[in-house]
């Protein structure tokens, strides 16, 4: 049922992620959850790791491609947090009138908020698939419990559910990936009734493990070369 993440005009991403690396080097990204389009195209959406503003939610591609609505919101805090350490982003977007409203939280905090007459519909979604801009910017690191919404999440819900497992039957929730054992299948279960099973695609040799010290099993550890 693929065309449930056909989530429209609102919607709220959410993840936990560890990267090798918060602080990646200028001028690159590192792509988290994207729709496949690439940042200098139209109809672009995704959230990243940008090595010039930090957590990076973009809507709409740059430049002219979307006519100069594309809003970007960042994050330049987290370039300090600690190498490998677990934070929990969401990104929200919501349709209210002829406005789309932007958000993009850390740690169940809003750090930027935006709006845009921009209004992307239907996108679909890819982890990790390093394509914003055309070229191989894959994730580096660690992640666990993907959540995509057909619902704009409130700060409030977000911090309330963001370290508590879901039942897979909240209201909104499109798909859900905990990635509780991946040790011998390369299978993504969706755990809502939605059933977009995921195939775990090995561009860069990944190693699965497991993190029970702190709670969190990983997606994949991306092992970039």
Wanted: with cysteine; glycine share 12%; aromatic share 8%.
């Amino acid at each position: 049922n693929a065309h449930s993440l056909d989530i429209g005009s609102t919607g709220t991403i959410e993840l936990w992620v560890s990267p090798a690396v918060w602080d990646i080097a200028t001028g690159t990204n590192q792509d988290l959850v994207s729709n496949g389009i690439d940042g200098n195209t139209a109809g672009s959406l995704y959230l990243s790791l940008h090595g010039d503003g930090g957590v990076h939610f973009r809507y709409g591609g740059s430049g002219l491609a979307d006519n100069g609505d594309d809003r970007f919101l960042n994050d330049l805090q987290s370039d300090a947090f600690a190498d490998g350490s677990w934070h929990h982003l969401a990104a929200t977007w919501e349709r209210v009138g002829s406005t789309t409203e932007l958000k993009l939280y850390i740690d169940g905090n809003l750090v930027d908020a935006d709006t845009t007459s921009l209004l992307i519909t239907n996108p679909s979604w890819i982890l990790s698939d390093g394509l914003l801009s055309g070229v191989n910017e894959r994730f580096a690191g660690e992640m666990d419990d993907i959540r995509i919404w057909n619902v704009a999440r409130t700060g409030d819900e977000i911090r309330a559910a963001m370290d508590q497992q879901l039942t897979g039957s909240e209201t909104g929730l499109q798909g859900y990936w905990r990635a509780d054992d991946l040790s011998t299948s390369t299978t993504l279960d969706d755990l809502t009734s939605h059933g977009n099973d995921g195939t775990l695609r090995f561009h860069a040799d990944p190693v699965i493990r497991h993190l029970p010290e702190d709670g969190h099993n990983p997606l994949l550890i991306f092992e970039c070369h």
